[in-house]
């Protein structure tokens, strides 16, 4: 696993796309989805059989991004420990995102927890496979794994000292950038902001106060 220290010594320069891209593929979630979507890609053009249906998961899977992403950022990663019974519940996914609001440099954090990864994973083949033909849900999870690379890819050069040159790229780097050092209840997409705009998460950055528990998301871990 490639040392994060490459960064940490050179604060001031930034990183060129060709250094980012070295970085990232050194991490382990990056590796996993590569060798995944590598091996979901091969078996589908294996078993060939293709139509216009092959279409129709990839399209329902990108429809729903914007807002499969706001979801989970809200309601998993923000997630409150609670108690419930003698139970205390935590999800390892909550807690890894608060450590990521906590230190949002430290580049490790930045991906999702491999735990986390597998099960996702698993979940999403076994609904793609299990509600459609082979050849159709082969080709949905290889959608399904395409979303999920650039959601890692774009997430982790936001937190990288790579500086945004284009427009497209330095409006998701500001709204992340505003979710983690101006408010945390806004900018909640990462990849793109279609549900922050339909669901009233895009504020103008001076129309929200700077957060005081953007870093912490208001648990105090120590309780
Ligand atoms: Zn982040
Ligand atoms: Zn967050």
């Known amino acids: 696993m490639r040392d994060t220290r490459v960064v940490a010594e050179a604060p001031d320069r930034s990183l060129s796309l060709r250094g980012a891209v070295a970085l990232f593929s050194g991490f382990g979630s990056p590796r996993v989805v590569l060798v995944l979507l590598l091996a979901a890609v091969g078996g589908r053009l294996a078993i060939g059989g293709w139509s216009w249906w092959d ?83 082969l080709t949905t999870l290889v959608a399904a794994l395409v979303v999920l ?41 990462v990849t793109v902001h279609l549900a922050d705009h339909v669901l009233g998460t895009f504020p103008e950055r001076t129309a929200v106060p700077v957060s005081p528990t953007a870093r912490t998301l208001g648990v105090d871990e120590a309780a």
């Open 55 to 137: 279409l129709l998961g990839p399209g329902v899977v990108l429809a729903l991004q914007p807002f499969t992403e706001w979801t989970i950022h809200v309601f998993v990663l923000h997630f409150r420990p609670r108690t419930v019974g003698r139970v205390r519940v935590d999800p390892l996914v909550s807690r890894k995102h608060r450590a990521h609001h906590a230190d949002p440099k430290d580049l490790p954090l930045v991906f999702i927890p491999l735990p986390a990864l597998f099960g996702l994973v698993a979940g999403v083949a076994a609904i793609c496979l299990g509600a459609l033909p082979l050849e159709r849900g």
């Open 149 to 189: 690379a650039t959601y890692e890819w774009t997430h982790f050069l936001i937190h990288s000292t790579y500086r945004p040159r284009h427009a497209l790229y330095r409006y998701v780097w500001r709204a992340h950038r505003n979710h983690h050092f101006r408010n945390e209840h806004y900018w909640f997409g």
